[in-house]
């Protein structure tokens, strides 16, 4: 069992900066990927980022790539997302998410789910 607990959300302006945290406890991490989805009010969850913990290889959401870096500090069982330059269409609830073996872009196929942190961007 691994527990996530999602926190660094807030209430910014478009092109300002956010870091998202993701804490990882229990059985250990070590063979798990993780990501971050999210989820804006009246869609869809979707994809943003995803990092193994083995050789540290990443993915990105097109809508995302170039703006949020996906890093992981394997010490500590955290992942963290660098949300920069901010849209308001970034507004969203963003969880964490873990799953054994390598990152894939479907949620549904992540075992562990944080509980979700609010992004707001204003315009």
């Known amino acids: 069992q691994v527990q996530l607990v999602e926190s660094g959300g807030g209430l910014v302006q478009a092109g300002d900066s956010l870091r998202l945290s993701c804490a990882a406890s229990?059985?250990?991490?070590?063979?798990?990927?993780m990501a971050w989805f999210r989820q804006a009010p009246g869609k869809e969850r979707e994809f943003v980022a995803a990092?193994?913990?083995?050789?540290?290889?990443?993915s990105y959401a097109d809508s995302v790539k170039g703006r949020f870096t996906i890093s992981r500090d394997n010490a500590k069982n955290a992942v963290f997302l660098q949300m920069n330059s901010l849209k308001p269409e970034d507004t969203a609830i963003y969880y964490c998410?873990?799953?054994?073996?390598?990152?894939?872009?479907?949620?549904?196929?992540?075992?562990?789910w944080g509980q979700g942190t609010q992004v707001t961007v204003s315009s």
């Open positions: 990092i193994n913990w083995s050789d540290n290889l990443t």
């Open positions: 229990g059985r250990t991490a070590s063979s798990y990927a």
């Open positions: 998410a873990a799953r054994r073996g390598p990152w894939v872009l479907r949620g549904n196929e992540y075992d562990y």
